[in-house]
C-alpha cells in the first residue's frame, strides 16, 4: 500500500491521532501538509517528520481560512490527492457542552462542539474537493468517533457533532463517486489523547472507584473493562488504516464507517 507521488492534508495534525496519521502516510510515501489551529505546533510537528512533511496554522472550522490554507498548501506541494479530516476535540466552550444531565449545557458548549468537530470537516472538505477534481479522482477520510454510534450520555454534544460526520461522509461519497473521490469515515475507541486526559481526569474526580488513580491509569482501567480485545487503540492504528484507505487498494470503498476501537461497539460503551 504506496502513496508514492500523492500529497495529503491532514488537519489538526500536530499531534496525537492526526500524527499518527499523518506519519503513516509519510511512512507509506506520500508527501503530507499538517493543518492545525496551532501554527508553531503544526511546523514543529513537520520538521520532526522529515522533509516530505510541512506545517501551516489555520483554524479549519472557519470556511475562509480552510480555503486560505488549502490554497497555500496546493501551492506549495503541487496539488492535492488526499485530504484527512481530522481536527476536532474541544474549543474554548468544552466544558460547556458535557451533559449528564443535559440541561447542562449551553449554547456556547454545542455551538463549540458542532464547530470544533463538524464544520472543520465541512469549511476542509469544501475548499479541498475542486483540487481533487482537478486530479481526476482522490480520496477523503473523515475521523468521526465510536461516540457517534453508541449513546454517549457524558458527551451528547460531541456525539452529535461525529455522527454529522458520519452522515456526511456518505453523502459525500455518494455526490463525488461520479469524480473518483473515494470518501470514507474511521471512527476511533480510547485513544489516549488530551481530550481523554481531561475526560480521565473528570472521572478521577466523580468516581469513587477511580479517585486513587492517575489519568492515564483511569484511562487505562476504562480499556481494561470497556475492549473486548482488552488494548488500547492508538495513533498508529489509525494511520495504518487510513493509509490503506486512501491507496489503490482501497479502490472500490467508498461510503464505508469503519470502527477501530477493539470491539467497543459490540456492545454499550462504559462511560
Given at each position: 500500500m504506496r502513496l508514492d507521488g500523492k500529497t495529503a492534508i491532514v488537519t489538526g495534525g500536530a499531534r496525537g491521532i492526526g500524527a499518527g496519521i499523518a506519519r503513516g502516510l509519510l511512512g507509506a510515501?506520500?508527501?503530507v501538509?499538517?493543518?492545525?489551529?496551532?501554527?508553531?505546533?503544526?511546523?514543529?510537528?513537520?520538521?520532526q517528520m522529515g522533509a516530505k512533511a510541512i506545517g501551516l496554522g489555520g483554524d479549519v472550522s472557519q470556511e475562509t481560512e480552510a480555503a486560505r490554507a488549502v490554497e497555500e498548501v496546493v501551492g506549495r506541494l503541487g496539488g492535492l490527492d488526499v485530504l484527512v479530516n481530522n481536527a476536532?476535540?474541544?474549543?474554548?466552550?468544552?466544558?460547556?457542552s458535557a451533559?449528564?444531565?443535559?440541561?447542562?449545557?449551553?449554547?456556547?458548549?454545542?455551538d463549540d462542539a458542532l464547530a470544533v468537530n463538524l464544520r472543520t470537516a465541512f469549511a476542509a472538505t469544501k475548499a479541498a474537493i475542486p483540487h481533487l477534481e482537478r486530479r481526476?479522482?482522490?480520496a477523503i477520510v473523515n475521523i468521526a468517533s465510536i461516540a457517534a454510534l453508541l449513546p454517549a450520555v457524558a458527551i451528547p454534544a460531541y456525539a452529535a457533532a461525529k455522527a454529522g460526520v458520519v452522515s456526511l461522509t456518505r453523502s459525500l461519497a455518494l455526490e463525488l463517486a461520479a469524480k473518483h473521490i473515494r470518501v470514507n469515515a474511521i471512527c476511533p475507541g480510547y485513544v489516549w489523547t488530551r481530550a481523554w486526559e481531561m475526560?480521565?481526569?473528570g472521572l478521577k474526580m466523580t468516581v469513587p472507584a477511580y479517585a486513587d488513580l492517575e489519568p492515564r491509569d483511569v484511562f487505562l482501567e476504562v480499556v481494561r473493562r470497556g475492549t473486548p480485545l482488552g488494548r488500547e487503540q492508538?495513533?498508529?492504528d489509525m494511520g495504518n488504516l487510513a493509509v490503506f484507505l486512501c491507496s489503490d487498494a482501497a479502490a472500490n470503498i467508498t461510503?464505508?464507517?469503519?470502527?477501530?476501537?477493539g470491539g467497543i461497539t459490540l456492545g454499550p460503551m462504559s462511560v
Open positions: 510515501g506520500a508527501r501538509a499538517i493543518i492545525d489551529v496551532d501554527g508553531d505546533e503544526a511546523a514543529h510537528a513537520a520538521r476536532g476535540g474541544g474549543g474554548p466552550h468544552a466544558m460547556e451533559g449528564n444531565p443535559f440541561t447542562n449545557i449551553t449554547q456556547a458548549g454545542w481526476r479522482g482522490g475526560l480521565a481526569t492508538t495513533p498508529e461510503g464505508q464507517i469503519i470502527a477501530v476501537d
